[in-house]
């Protein structure tokens, strides 16, 4: 089993390569950018499943199920709407935002708590 220090680190890789991906996706419209960025998304929510549950971890995790849900919605209207593809992709931003802000605070609350023992 993986370490918490260690699901944390990876569902900030898999959390920021998404949004950094998404907003390629944004700017160039790839779609390989948006396969690619769903994919990431979803490993990040996954490995967030396993981690410790505190408020804003659940929380993160909550802005990540948004994130999905966006994503794979994007890529569903993709072929037939370009336009709202698009306009998904940047809620899912939005929220990777927010998740990304969340796994910051929670890490910095960790560290105060591992310094002061």
Avoid: R
């Avoid at 950094?20 to 990040?44: R, S």
């Avoid at 996954?46 to 993160?60: D, Y």
């Amino acid at each position: 089993m993986a370490t918490e220090k260690g699901l944390i680190v990876l569902a900030t890789f898999f959390i920021v390569m998404s949004l950094t991906t998404n907003i390629g996706f944004a700017k160039d419209g790839a779609v390989i950018e948006l396969y690619a960025a769903t994919v990431l998304n979803i490993l990040a929510t996954l490995v967030k499943v396993s981690m410790k549950k505190g408020v804003l971890a659940m929380t993160s995790l909550g802005a990540s199920v948004v994130s999905d849900i966006h994503l794979i919605a994007a890529v569903v209207v993709l072929g037939s709407d370009p336009a709202l593809a698009a306009g998904l992709a940047f809620g899912a931003i939005f929220a990777n935002v927010v998740s990304v802000a969340l796994l910051l605070m929670e890490s910095y609350f960790e560290a105060k708590k591992e310094y002061s023992e």
